[in-house]
């Protein structure tokens, strides 16, 4: 499957759950956060989840909802975007 298809599929999954899925807009292939994916709940303003691969994407998001409450799923409040009022900042994680 061509590598956008599937990362539209994957937002679209994220959407009916409720979720926003953002790529990383890093440029630089040295910077810590190139590439990595982020699942953001915008109700509540929040990063849900980061991963480094779609294939943990994919994998976390078939997951049933009563297992995706997992020990390594960390909660950060995001700031509001500036730039689109109403809609969270994805920040650079250490």
Do not use: C
């Not at 440029?27 to 994916?37: E, N, P, S, V």
């Not at 294939?55 to 009563?66: I, K, M, S």
């Not at 409040?77 to 994680?93: C, H």
Request: hydrophobic share 40%; glycine share 4%; no cysteine.
């Amino acid at each position: 499957m061509a590598e956008k298809v599937r990362e539209n599929r994957l937002r679209a999954m994220a959407k009916r759950q409720g979720l926003l899925l953002q790529k990383s807009r890093r440029r630089d292939t040295l910077a810590f956060d190139y590439g990595k994916w982020y699942v953001i709940d915008p109700a509540a303003s929040t990063l849900v989840l980061e991963f480094v691969t779609l294939d943990e994407v994919e994998e976390w998001l078939l997951q049933p909802r009563h297992e995706k409450q997992s020990s390594h799923a960390r909660v950060i409040v995001l700031p509001p975007d500036p730039f689109r009022p109403g809609g969270p900042i994805v920040p650079p994680l250490p």
